[in-house]
């Protein structure tokens, strides 16, 4: 084959494939449910049912903290986890946000006789609560978390790391506090 056929016969391969290309669409697959529904799927409900499902299985009223911290929250769901035996029930509160993932914070409770021990070796830091009790402060598996026990519940308050520099220990500790708060008369 001479020079001149090989170029032409290149040439119009070339042109033959690039109008034969077209313009690709690209069709969007399922959207991602919004979070209440992947939340439901997973059993959370309403804060108040599941606080209602606890007190009614453990015949005890639940305290929550009035305070949150100070970060933007879209959605706050509960659940309460009644597994085989007492041992491992509790109560789980979670606050996210759906345009921030590291606003993440959660609230879990479990009654003090099946308390989770803590081991010194991951404590950072020992505040004491208002109410006199201590409170362990922790990092457990990229969250900062509060330990602390209140009216027969153990608490632990957990936020996630990437915030620490908007949700110090002190505020977990305010936190705490705000549990069963009672504003003083004025006189």
């Not at 032409?8 to 391969?13: D, F």
């Not at 919004?34 to 599941?50: C, D, H, M, Q």
């Not at 404590?123 to 922790?138: H, Q």
Request: aromatic share 10%; net charge negative; with cysteine.
């Amino acid at each position: 084959m001479n020079k001149d056929a090989l170029i032409l016969l290149l040439l119009s391969g070339a042109l033959f494939l690039g109008t034969e290309t077209g313009a690709a669409y690209a069709v969007p697959s399922d959207t991602p449910p919004p979070l209440e529904e992947v939340f439901t799927e997973i059993g959370y409900k309403t804060v108040p049912e599941a606080v209602n499902e606890l007190e009614k299985h453990f015949e005890q009223s639940l305290k929550l903290p009035l305070r949150v911290p100070p970060i933007e929250f879209t959605h706050c769901v509960g659940r309460f986890s009644n597994l085989e035996g007492e041992v491992n029930d509790s109560f789980e509160m979670k606050y996210i946000s759906d345009k921030h993932p590291e606003n993440h914070y959660k609230i879990n409770v479990r009654p003090v006789k099946h308390k989770i021990q803590m081991k010194d070796i991951h404590v950072l830091k020992t505040f004491e609560l208002r109410n006199e009790n201590k409170a362990l402060y922790m990092t457990i598996s990229g969250f900062n978390v509060l330990v602390f026990e209140k009216d027969n519940w153990q608490y632990m308050l957990s936020i996630d790391n990437r915030v620490s520099d908007k949700v110090t220990p002190e505020i977990l500790v305010e936190i705490a506090d705000s549990i069963g708060y009672v504003p003083q008369r004025k006189k």
